[in-house]
């Protein structure tokens, strides 16, 4: 008899659907190639142009998402020596390398690579990136010329500083940049794809998003709770419906009203991811999907990883219910995302007001004992803020930081022992601050 | 006072006052700090000089510093990140750039952003102002960086206290454009073969530009155009004509590595180099469009996000795409007569690291032989490279 290994997160049972309901996606997006529909590659952007595609007809994959994918079923690492054969960097995002190198085969090929998992990404007939957060994506997505005739267009977001977003007339401004901006990109659609918005649905898709967003927040909200009812590795699956919306909006709506349910009860029932719940952490930025594992280990030493990041999380939902334009909603929703800590990292002296001061008010929030910073060693985007945010917690909150270098997607540079030999020693820095929390008077 | 700059008594001009501005950076700026002149530090090519200058603010350009090494930064930024910035950030935090009033930054890059607001954390100023930059050439882009140049003309007013008319800020646009024209006669003057100016020369005398107010770096200009003119000792003629292309290049180490061999750098493509004066700012009725046209369109720069050029059946053209990207580097290359191209980045640039194989296709296509350099803004970083180099000038012969 084979003695079943014990888990050590006690893993939601309705986030399982979600997760398959995502990976259809791919098949999705084949079989639209397949029978002549327009399929687009997307990063991920915040729900700024999934709505306008989605109205449009057009079926989604996201090569980011995808990067994911390959690292998790160990086929990143030939596409990553693909890219660098190319002549790309290998300091570059490992999503990019990992999406390069498999659009370099899939050129050589004529066709999907066998190998690639989850039936592949289909070839587009647009690229469609986000000025949001990153350099990497529009660059990474000009870069597929080499390799794909599809024409790209960069939706924008603006990226105020946190003082300059308090200014008199600011914030009407910037929505109003975003709504020229989605026009533009919608004419450039039908140009493209030689047909007409369909404005009905593109309403009834705003409003289905926005509302997929709103029980997301409330699922997380309830993670305050002691026991934290959900683990990281949930919110890490479960975002994808969010962030990745392919399928049907109805249903995705369905499922996370599931999860919220679920989330529910075992918040009255005092049921938690992790028990016992010894340590209540924060993670940033994004996990070693290669390594997920490292999870379970820290989970039986009681570590429980209760938010996490900032990038993946909903907005703080607002009432959109006044605002009939569709493109006026989408934009509202996206930059309320963007700058939703923004007045209160004011108040506090804060100037990095997204990625960095989230977990400052989060800490306190959820009640963290410690973080886990990941740098990633190929992302920018990921990392920049993580000294400032190790600083920031430690001096403000007496919160100390476990720092693990690694990658998203290339496994060579993680080093899984030693961090768990760094996890042993850091207990006791948690145990040292919880004291010093105290005896400040902090409620945790 | 204008023209002549009077150092430790010792008055120097031309090139002689380039070098020592250049290793010297802040000493005019202190002088123009004693005599009550507010002076604002600036990030890279996109803050809006000219709203400066019209003001009567002295802009300041904030650079690296190759030979220090970063040790305060590391506090703040991490590793991984462009080590020019983690440099210029260094510098700031030990207090290298004490003499500032205000820094103006701009979204130049993803680092660029994040630095801007680290800065305002850990360095205070009494005046700090962000320009949220856009990434495209969109219609929409266009007319929201003139509205953000308004709000920044707001701060600038409040800060000074003085009113920024349609006429100042003309008149600075005129002054900033005589710059850009002079800096272009400059780079006329590494036409000829021999060039008549070295590449470490024009580093250091872009460097001192932008140490300097720009009518004072408009007449260092003059001088240095005439010495360079009338001079008899200028660079030998080398075989190999290079253009260097990339990243950031605020000091001499590189090019001197370079022009110690078989070759002389004619014509560059970097920031402190080219970029920022390529073009003119036009005068329009509202200057603020003008100056958003010129910063989001006119600046040829990989920051910004151009849209791919189609053929008739919507599809990406991948060569009429580069020859849009890129087809200024062959009007370069044919009027400085390069016969070779060097790619240089500094490791972990995002934004220049995508452009490298594309470039490649597209000066090889075009038959300019290239290379291509990575490096971590280091001395100890050259010395490698210099066989890379080597190797690459033998190949073009």
Redesign the interface.
Known sequence: MVEEKKKFINRLKSMYALRANIDKMYARTVEASKAGNPTAWCAVNWWEADPILKAMGVEVVYPENYGAVCASAGVAQDYLERSAA????T???GY?RNCIGYAARMKELGEIPPEAPLGGMARPVLLLNS?A????R???F??L??Y???????V?L???????SQ?D??HE?NI??MV??L??FIAFLE??LGKKMDWARLDELASAFIEVNRIWYEINELRKARPCPMHSRDFWTCMTASLYPSGDPKESLKLYRDLLAEVKERVANKIGAVAPEKYRLLFAELPPWHDLKIFDEMAERGWSFVVESWAYHPPKPIDLSHVSDPLERVARHTYRWFTGYFANALQE????GYFAYPYLEWARDYQCDGAMLH???SC??A??????VQ?RLLSKLKVPSLVAEGDIVDFKTFDHPGTMRKAEAFEEIMDHYRGLRRGEGLPW | MTGNIRVAGEQKQGLARAGQIYHDRDIRMRQLKAEGRKVLGYLDIYPVLEMLTALDLVPFGILGDIKEPISRADACLPTIVCPFLRSALDLGLKGRYDFLDGLVAAHTCEVGEKWAHIWRIYIDLPYIHYIDTPHTTHQSAREHLAVLLSDFQGTLESFTGAKLTPERLRRAIRMHNEQRALVRGLYDLRKPDPPLIAGTEVVQVLVALISLPVEEGNELLRQVIDEVKQRHDGPKKKPARLLLWGSVVDSTDLIAMIEDLEANVVMDDTFVGSRAYFSDVKLTDDPLEGLAEHYLVDIRNPRTFRETALDEANRKDYWADLESRHGYLKDYAREWNVNGVILQTLRYCDIQGYEVPGLKDYLEHIGLPCTYLEWNYSQAALSPLRTRVQAFLEVIG
Request: hydrophobic share 35%; net charge negative; with cysteine.
């Open positions: 190319e002549g790309f960097p300091y570059l995002c990019a000025s957060l990153c350099d990497a529009y660059k990474w000009q870069s010329g080499r794909l005739d599809a024409p790209v267009w960069t924008e603006p990226h105020p500083g946190v003082k300059e200014a007339g600011a401004q109003r940049f020229g901006e026009k533009e140009r493209l002296d804060e100037y990095m740098p990633l060693l920018r985007t990392t920049n803020h993580l000294v400032l600083d």
